[in-house]
């Protein structure tokens, strides 16, 4: 039977920015996302019944609809009319829960990887399909480093970070509803320039010149109600790293660094505290 392996790249953001609520619940927002070189392994294989099965090597993760890469397998079966079904194996590296999109890229990757294995020539219209999945897979399909907006699914192309990139996640989990539902607009003070960053980024301007706008607003949330994100930030800017900030709704905070050594030196730091600590490099090729 035909199998087929692909890589799910993890996110962080840059920055963001929270433009109001929608009256369908979601909010409006503006971003910068980044793909880094971290990434689950994700293999799918035909199988002759009708059936979508996921397997992972976490054994606390759904293994049904609940699971994004489940329903992004279903959701394309049913648009090209499949009739085959999949076994699908995800080797998880990305933190669960952490504001790297693992779970979308997991889904982004079955769509690309049954693209791929049915031969469908349905590239134009991943992007569509992955957007009723969740608003990080479109990006998550593309790749590279983007603007985004709306509920972050209306991508622009913008050139990306060329550096090193410290992960820092605590033993906590976010709700990103929760964070949201608690963000207070009007308490926002420091919002991040997006337009003055993008044109920085598409500049390639020095790191010292992005990091002005390097402002993530839901850290008014996640770290009010973990101190602990504060001190991880303080620590990974105490290791000389060039900036500091939270990924998503977090809890995941990232240092960057334009040396691997001092990346590495940082990583030995942070991984006596924190287990799920990682040095990886940004991709800064575009997806689009």
Known sequence: MKKIRIKAYAKINLAIDVLGKRKDGYHDVRMIMQEIDLYDEVVIQETLDSNIKIHTNLEYL????????????EIFMQAFGIKKGVEIDIQKNIP????????????????KGLNLLWKTKAENQLMALGKKIGADVPFCINGGCALA??????????TGLDCFILLCKPNIRVSTAEVYQKLQLSDIINRPNIDEMVEHLNQKASIEEIRENMVNVLETVTMKEYPILYNIKKKLLECRGEASLMSGSGPTV??????????????????????????VKTNPKNGF
């Open 62 to 73: 759904p293994e049904n609809r609940e699971n994004l890469a489940y329903k992004a397998a």
């Open 254 to 279: 990232f240092g960057v660094f334009k040396d691997y050594d001092r990346g590495k030196s940082a990583y030995v730091n942070l991984k006596k505290t924190y287990n799920e600590t990682y040095l």
């Open 96 to 111: 669960v829960s952490a504001g790297l999109a693992g779970g979308s890229t997991d889904a982004a990757a079955v769509l």
């Open 149 to 158: 907006e709306g509920i972050g699914d209306q991508l622009k192309p913008v």
